[in-house]
């Protein structure tokens, strides 16, 4: 592939779950398959047997893997693919019902699962929300380890979690180790490193799709738990910038990604400075990437992969755009410690 780096946008891969809804269809204008409750829509996925395409453009059809090998550093800047793969995971989650009670690897996956190693940190950022909806994110202060074995996997471990509002606006970060779930009625934009790995310790007497009880970890989960995580990490203090055609708010910083949510007036036109790589997850509005006759158009649900390197590589915002840029810190190196 000889193509100079160009900003991209996937096909979404569409996960059928026993909790998701059709909400991507209604608010987005997603076409979903068949009529089932569609939980997952992963729009930048690198993992085995869930590889993004390119939607549409000169590379339509090409995997994201091939765009990680034939670009390289031009891509991904000073950040380092995730056992060999692209390092971020993007996905919109649909909850019409409430997700399991789960947490997520801090050490090297067993190898069950077949995923790569490593830790999995996400976020969420609440895109709508009915009335009342809620986050289960983190123990209340001074749960321990025997406080969620007394509880096991029954509606009390509920009672051990801290509740946070599903506010439309409102961004969590979900460190390694963290139990969490969310509440029936949102819909969140999930950032995560590249794992699948979740180890649930209740899901509220539901079954599968299978009509079968779905596998619990609680072991696992138990083995992988954070305990006393403060408040400001799950909900960092806000950080705003501003001019007269542009707002940047700083959502969440771990050492695996940075979520800032970017606000530009109709008429914002601007050449990229480049330099990292960058994924727009586009909430409202609509404009387009243009770099020499290559046009990339962008609208509400869609997640535009922006590579590193970006010269000549101009923004153009039809009408006012609200998004959520995504990128790795440059301090992040592989090997160094989780958080």
Same mark, same amino acid.
């Given at each position: 592939m000889? @193509?100079?780096?160009i900003p ?5 891969i569409?996960?059928?779950? *026993? ?6 269809? &209604? +608010?987005?204008?997603?076409?979903? =398959?068949g009529?089932? *409750?569609?939980?997952? @829509?992963w ?8 590889e993004?395409r390119?939607?549409?453009? =000169?590379?339509a059809?090409?995997? +994201?893997?091939e765009?990680?090998? @034939? ?10 693919p995730a #056992?060999?793969?692209?390092p ?9 019902e &409430?997700l @399991?009670?789960?947490t997520h ?5 067993d190898?069950?699962?077949g ?12 895109i709508? #929300?009915e ?7 983190g ?9 969620v &074995?007394?509880?096991? !996997?029954?509606p ?9 509002p ?14 969490h779930? +969310?509440?029936?009625? +949102? ?6 490193t590249? !794992?699948?790995v979740?180890? %649930? ?11 079968r *009880?779905r ?5 696992q989960?138990l ?6 995580v ?9 950080r ?14 771990c050492e695996?990604? #940075? ?6 007036? /109709?008429?914002?036109? %601007?050449?990229l ?7 727009w997850?586009?909430?409202?509005? !609509? ?11 962008? $609208? ?11 010269a000549?590589?101009?923004v /153009?915002?039809a009408a006012?755009?609200?998004l959520l840029e ?5 301090a992040?190196? *592989?090997? $160094?410690?989780?958080?």
């Open positions: 000889d @193509s100079p780096p991209v946008v996937f096909e979404p569409f996960k059928l779950k *026993p909790w998701g809804g059709r909400e991507l269809e &209604r +608010l987005f204008g997603k076409k979903l =398959p009529d089932g *409750p569609i939980g997952e @829509s729009e930048v996925a690198d993992l085995p047997d869930n993004s390119v939607a549409s453009g =000169p590379l059809g090409r995997r +994201l893997a765009l990680v090998a @034939s670009w390289g550093s031009d891509l991904l800047g000073s950040a380092a #056992a060999g793969r692209f971020l995971l993007i996905k919109f989650l649909d909850a019409r &409430r @399991s009670i789960q690897p801090r050490a090297a996956a190898g069950a699962h995923e790569p190693p490593g830790v999995k940190h996400e976020a969420w950022y609440v709508g #929300a009335p009342d909806a809620e986050l289960y994110i123990l209340k202060a001074g749960v321990g380890p025997e406080d &074995r007394a509880a096991g !996997s029954t009390a471990l509920a009672e051990l979690l801290q509740r946070w599903g506010r439309p606006g409102r961004c969590y970060h979900l460190p390694s180790g963290v139990p779930a +969310l509440g029936a009625g +949102l819909l969140v934009a999930e950032i995560q590249p !794992s699948d979740t180890y %649930r310790l209740y899901d509220w007497g539901r079954v599968g799709l299978d009509g *009880p596998e619990l970890h609680f072991e989960a083995a992988n738990m954070q305990y006393d403060p408040a400001e990490r799950i909900a960092p203090p806000r705003h910038t501003a001019d007269m055609l542009a707002t940047i708010t700083r959502l969440v910083m695996r990604f #940075a979520i800032d949510r970017l606000r530009f007036c /109709e008429g914002y036109a %601007r050449e400075p480049g330099g990292e790589l960058a994924i997850i586009v909430l409202a509005g !609509s404009g387009a990437l243009l770099r020499q006759r290559y046009r990339c158009a962008f $609208r509400p649900g869609d997640v535009v992969l922006v590579p590193a390197r970006t000549g590589t101009r /153009e915002v006012d755009c609200t995504v990128k790795i810190p440059a992040y190196a *592989p090997g $160094r410690a989780a958080e």
